[in-house]
């Protein structure tokens, strides 16, 4: 049931981006508070709930690092891409998680100060266990879906941001965002963000560069 809810709620996210986006000017969306072409990386850390343990050996956290970015087509359209992982080793074994993912945002002002945006996208997973240099790997896709916030607590110097993730994989947790950007000579920010869901719970700092 989970599985189905979620390609539903995608399909209904993708169906209605379209007409939004062609009655935009006669609607009175209006145009977004941020902008959306943007580039960046971040790093961080990822703790699971649970120690994870490897013959005998013992992951309590892993390295974080990734890099995104985003080209706003329109007022109220925008695409982007992001790629990212997390990894650890031991004396004889090493675990590591990538991810690419691919996403179309619609980004909807309320009032001048915050945007509401709902996202739609495709995210590829692969997992890799080595053990004395022989290794296995799983990997998995999923369409994805989001609904997010941007708010100016101060114009042009400080944001917070804040929504929740998900995807029609089976058994997928539903993940929790918060974070917040500090901004410098316009075009330049630095933020900490926090996701949490049931696996885990990871903090990153990055950079992003926006046009």
């Not at 998995?140 to 100016?152: E, Q, V």
């Amino acid at each position: 049931m989970q599985k189905r809810n979620a390609v539903a709620l995608s399909a209904v996210l993708a169906i209605t981006t379209t007409p939004l986006l062609a009655e935009e000017a006669q609607s009175g969306i209006g145009k977004s508070n941020f902008s959306y072409s943007t580039v960046g990386g971040y790093l961080g850390r990822v703790t699971p709930d649970e120690e994870i343990v490897f013959l005998n050996e013992v992951y309590e956290d892993f390295g974080a690092a990734g890099i995104n970015g985003a080209v706003q087509l329109a007022d109220n359209l925008a695409i982007g891409a992001s790629a990212g992982i997390f990894t650890n080793e031991g004396n004889r074994t090493e675990i590591t998680n990538s991810s690419i993912s691919l996403n179309l945002f619609v980004p909807i002002p309320i009032g001048d100060r915050l945007d509401l945006i709902p996202r739609v996208g495709y995210v590829g997973n692969e997992v890799e266990a080595c053990a004395d240099n022989i290794c296995a790997t799983e990997d998995d896709s999923a369409l994805s879906y989001g609904l997010f916030t941007r708010i100016w607590v101060v114009p042009g110097t400080l944001e917070i941001s804040g929504g929740f993730s998900d995807s029609d994989e089976e058994n997928s947790d539903s993940t929790t965002s918060i974070g917040a950007a500090l901004w410098f000579r316009e075009h330049h920010s630095i933020e900490l963000n926090v996701d949490q869901n049931d696996s885990f719970d990871a903090v990153t700092v990055g950079y992003r560069y926006t046009l």
